[in-house]
């Protein structure tokens, strides 16, 4: 099939990865179609916007279906779709906590369930899960972020061998660092105030990710990740992309013992 036949949906696509994937895909010939939460102010010249609420069974069922009747079926979806919450764990909300769950892992759980049976109908088809190296190392002070992209790690190997028979790819892309709109977006918890033990450790590393994460400007890894899973034939599970160092910290990590990765993770945040 070539990439003009092929229809691609991709969660979360008003900025950051998923609009920079979204244009590029579209720049390649897919007929892309992107959604966003809030309704577009004016359509995309290079793909189809949608608006679509990850959290809302009814909107997502809604996007599902409009992506089948102007298109007729769906080869892959990429799901993008995420929010950031920061601060210390005691205090997080459980509110908070099941605000960040319902976007990043339920909000996925709900689209994978929407276009399945029309995947299996087709027997063949894409799924693409936007993870973290956050989601194989857990990060202090965004440790429910973290906790969401672990349960994303589980899921898709999971989902990967339970759709393998009907011929669906089940994969995952990994970023590290990368300067998008997540970093102006996350937010802190309600209670990360000056009074909190936690204030001057919370604010020092999530500074220090934010300033990480807007030094790496070039999207072009994940990009082409992306590309690499829609044209291989037997894609792989796992896709980090990040920089060197984090990737060879990732690689190392399982042979790392506890006490010096958890010292390492410290340091680069600032930690005691």
Known sequence: MSNSSKVILITGASSGFGLSVATALASKGY????TTRIPPTAASGAFTTLTLDVTQEDSVAACIAEVIRAAGRIDAVINNAGIGIAGAIEETTPQEAQ???DTNFFGLHRVCRAVLPHLRAQRAGTIINMSSLAGRISLPFQGFYSATKFAIEAYTEALRMEVRPFGIHVSMIEPGDFATSFTANRRMTNETIPQSPYYQSATRAVATMARDEQANRNLSPVIRAV?????SRNPALRYPRANALQRTFNALRPLLPQV????LIRDAYGLK
Request: no cysteine.
């Open 99 to 101: 605000s960040q769950f």
């Open 31 to 34: 007929r892309v179609f992107g």
């Open 227 to 231: 590309e690499t899973i829609l044209q």
């Open 260 to 263: 010096l990765t958890e010292y």
